[in-house]
């Protein structure tokens, strides 16, 4: 079982940068890889960044390359998100999630298990 805390968003004008954390309960966190999703009004929730249990690969979806970062510490049981060059339609509710177990960079939903309560990010024109 691991249980999943968000933080860091926030409202920011376009252009502006924000950071989102996700801090993991349970000892066996290192053992899962991490991933970043995200639900804007009205949309179904859509991939943004993913990362191995190890932290040795990473994938970011295409809408997002060149401006988000994923990243892990596994001694801190935090997976990141540095947000870059934030546009409008950037704006969601994003959702930290635990997959599969000793998996690799995985952008398919349905293989989360585990999921955080979600964040709002905002981003103004």
């Known amino acids: 079982q691991v249980q999943l805390v968000e933080s860091g968003g926030g409202l920011v004008q376009a252009g502006g940068s924000l950071r989102l954390s996700c801090a993991a309960s349970g000892r066996t966190f290192s053992s899962y890889a991490m991933g970043w999703f995200r639900q804007a009004p009205g949309k179904e929730r859509e991939f943004v960044a993913a990362?191995?249990?190890?932290?040795?690969?990473?994938r970011h979806a295409d809408s997002v390359k060149g401006r988000f970062t994923i990243s892990r510490d596994n001694a801190k049981n935090s997976v990141y998100l540095q947000m870059n060059r934030l546009k409008p339609e950037d704006t969601a509710v994003y959702s930290c999630a635990a997959g599969p177990k000793y998996g690799g960079a995985v952008g398919v939903l349905r293989e989360y298990d585990y999921w955080g309560q979600g964040t709002q990010v905002t981003v103004s024109s």
């Open positions: 990362i191995s249990w190890s932290g040795g690969s990473t």
